[in-house]
């Protein structure tokens, strides 16, 4: 008679572990659209959903660029040999770096007024055209440049990059 197996100890990986670094980039991406079009529909009869909106939206993108930059871009860069590529690589960060200085605008922008609206259109074209960019450029030239080997690990260092930047921002 064989023994019960005990139930393992090791935390189960999550789903995201078992998905390439491209697609998991690309879910990110899809979730800041639809946030991001969400809050372009959210009207200044709504304040407060605009709000939460743009408070989920921030985080998603601060969770998003730090694992981009601290994991997906280095890889990036080290396999790029091209100028090209490079060059991919530098403007990818400084999109990043503009993004950062839109969103304390929004915020200290009224929920109420026209100019948060228009401030929101900012955000959603500036944060489109990266990921649209990144989707149709440099995503394409990783996969040329690494093996599904490399992508399959580079995304299972993405998702624990991941759990770990959404745990410190819930902790504050």
Same mark, same amino acid.
């Given at each position: 008679? $064989? !023994?019960?197996?005990?139930?393992?100890?090791?935390?189960?990986?999550?789903?995201?572990? @078992?998905?390439?670094?491209?697609?998991?980039?690309?879910?990110?991406?899809q979730?800041?659209?639809?946030?991001?079009?969400?809050?372009?529909?959210?009207?200044?009869?709504?304040? +407060?959903?605009?709000?939460?909106?743009?408070?989920?939206?921030?985080?998603?993108?601060?969770?998003?660029?730090?694992?981009?930059?601290? #994991?997906?871009?280095?890889?990036?860069?080290?396999?790029?040999?091209?100028?090209?590529?490079?060059?991919?690589?530098?403007?990818?960060? @400084?999109?990043?770096?503009?993004?950062?200085?839109?969103?304390?605008?929004?915020?200290?922008?009224d929920?109420?007024?026209?100019?948060?609206a !228009?401030?929101?259109?900012?955000?959603?074209?500036?944060?489109?055209?990266?990921?649209?960019?990144?989707? +149709?450029? $440099?995503?394409?030239?990783?996969?040329?440049? $690494?093996?599904?080997? #490399?992508?399959?690990?580079?995304?299972?260092?993405?998702?624990? !990059?991941?759990? +770990?930047?959404?745990?410190? $921002?819930?902790?504050?």
């Open positions: 008679m $064989m !023994a019960a197996r005990k139930p393992s100890a090791r935390k189960k990986p999550s789903r995201d572990a @078992e998905k390439d670094a491209l697609a998991l980039l690309k879910e990110d991406h979730r800041v659209r639809g946030l991001l079009s969400e809050l372009d529909q959210a009207t200044d009869k709504d304040p +407060s959903k605009r709000e939460k909106l743009l408070a989920t939206i921030e985080q998603e993108l601060k969770v998003h660029t730090k694992i981009e930059e601290d #994991v997906f871009y280095p890889a990036f860069f080290d396999a790029a040999h091209k100028g090209d590529d490079r060059e991919l690589y530098f403007e990818a960060v @400084e999109e990043h770096h503009v993004v950062d200085l839109v969103l304390p605008e929004i915020q200290n922008t929920p109420s007024t026209e100019q948060f !228009a401030k929101a259109k900012v955000l959603k074209d500036l944060v489109e055209h990266h990921a649209d960019e990144e989707e +149709s450029e $440099m995503f394409p030239r990783a996969r040329k440049l $690494m093996n599904h080997e #490399v992508l399959m690990r580079l995304g299972q260092e993405l998702a624990r !990059a991941k759990e +770990s930047a959404q745990a410190d $921002m819930s902790r504050g």
